[in-house]
């Protein structure tokens, strides 16, 4: 069997390059339905895109490679053509954009797009050995227990990264780049929870609050979630693309507040209570109380020296932790890393040493900011591949 473009995956990244790669694509994928990732993406309502997007919200060892394909194909081009299938949407928070109804709405999009482009999705395929002949790539596929070989001139590798070994995730897309000559960055685990060893916040698990955190010289202001396992929430999540092994977090459980301030006013105020009432008011009760041993809680307000004031301020603006790891590919949303982009061009996702191979989504080293911009990122990925195709 011949073809104009083979796409290896139907996630985000291989069905929206489908719709702008046209007729003679075929996309193939090993599971049994295209799209799981949108489908299960933002709590079921998939966060599409994000209207903040800027190059500086992705990283990846070359800040700048992401730039050209997002200038091209932006949020609000996607949010035309959400629009133009009279998909609902709204925005959440912080510039992110949900369906009103159901990711499953996108997914449907996506195959009708490609549908339309005259491209054939197939899922239940497995993808065997990979060679190029000089001029065309051969790639075996099994399906149903039957082998073929199909030839394309177009080979577009879209198999994500190592998230979610469960959902199918596989490191194939590293596999190719490395038979083919491209070179990978470290891989790792990102938008990913942290652990602490002896069930350290088990106590605290389900408690929930807004935090300014940072790692690894990035801040994020958003809520943090006490969990069995350790940390989470959208701030930690965030905070773990910048983390590194044996590294220290640093939360303000106070942003915004002056709480060396604030505790001064009580103690002329209300001098006669303790320090453990203010914290209860400042903070969820179960942290409140946890905090307690490591601060001179059982003291009245006005019993406290400016120093001791000063030192629970800091305390409170600058909680310091080290986890003792992540909840790993399990979880994670997205992988840090990926295919070096020193091979590929940025304008259309092509390899630089050889002609018609192209790596687009979570496959690429360009990682996104928790809030869309995975997402955006695939499509303007797609977008720069499909339409050079
Ligand atoms: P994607 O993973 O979507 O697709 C890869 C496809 O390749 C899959 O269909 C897979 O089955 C297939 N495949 C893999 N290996 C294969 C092999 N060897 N042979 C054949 N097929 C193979 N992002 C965002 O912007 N907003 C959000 O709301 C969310 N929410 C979210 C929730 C959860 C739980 C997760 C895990 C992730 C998110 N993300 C997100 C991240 C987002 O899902 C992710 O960045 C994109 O799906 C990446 O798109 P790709 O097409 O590159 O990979």
Redesign the pocket.
């Known amino acids: 069997m011949e073809v104009r473009t083979l796409i ?9 390059c489908a719709a702008h790669a046209g007729p003679g694509t075929l996309v ?4 049994r339905r ?5 489908r ?4 079921g ?6 209207t903040g997007t800027v190059p500086e919200r992705f990283l990846s060892e070359n800040p700048h490679f992401a730039k050209s394909a997002l200038a091209r194909y932006g949020p609000w081009d996607f949010v035309d053509l959400v629009g133009r299938h009279g998909i609902a949407w709204h925005e959440k928070t912080l510039g ?1 954009l ?1 369906c009103d109804g159901s ?1 499953k709405q996108i997914v449907a999009m996506l195959l009708d797009e490609a549908a339309r482009a005259g491209a054939t999705v197939e ?1 239940g ?3 065997g050995e990979i060679a190029h002949d000089g001029s065309a790539f051969r790639v075996v596929l099994e399906r149903e227990g039957r082998r073929r070989e199909v030839a394309a001139r177009h080979l577009v590798v ?4 190592k ?2 070994p469960k ?7 590293y596999e190719i780049a490395t038979q083919f000559g491209l070179g990978l960055t470290e891989t790792r685990a990102a ?1 990913v929870p942290f652990t602490f060893p002896e069930g350290r916040f088990a106590p605290l698990s389900g408690t929930a609050l807004p935090v300014r955190a940072a790692a690894g010289g990035a801040v994020f202001e958003e809520a943090m979630l006490f969990t069995h396992r350790g940390l989470s929430g959208p701030a930690m999540l965030q905070c773990s693309s910048y983390w590194r092994e044996g590294e220290d977090l640093t939360v303000d459980l106070l942003p915004g507040r002056d709480a060396a301030e604030e505790i001064a006013e009580a103690k002329r105020t209300q001098g006669a209570r303790r320090l453990s009432t203010w914290l209860s008011a400042a903070l969820p009760t179960r942290l409140a109380e946890s905090l307690a041993s490591e601060l001179p809680a059982e003291r009245k307000l006005a019993e406290l020296s400016t120093q001791a004031i000063r030192e629970t301020a800091d305390r409170l603006h600058g909680w310091t932790l080290r986890p003792g790891g992540t909840e790993g590919y399990r ?4 992988t840090l890393g990926g295919v070096a982009t020193g091979g590929l061009s940025s304008k259309t996702m092509e390899a630089k040493t050889l002609p018609g191979l192209f790596f ?5 080293d360009v ?2 900011w ?9 499509w303007a ?2 977008h720069a591949a499909g339409t050079e195709i």
């Open positions: 290896l995956g139907a996630g985000a990244a291989g069905l929206f193939v994928d090993h599971a295209p799209g799981e990732k949108i299960i993406s933002g709590g309502r998939c966060n599409f895109t994000n992110q949900f990711a899922t395929t497995e993808v879209a198999t994500g990264g998230s979610i959902m199918g995730a596989t490191g194939r897309a938008l979880t994670a949303e997205v687009i989504g979570e496959a690429v990682t996104g928790l809030g869309g911009y995975n997402f955006q990122w695939a990925s797609a």
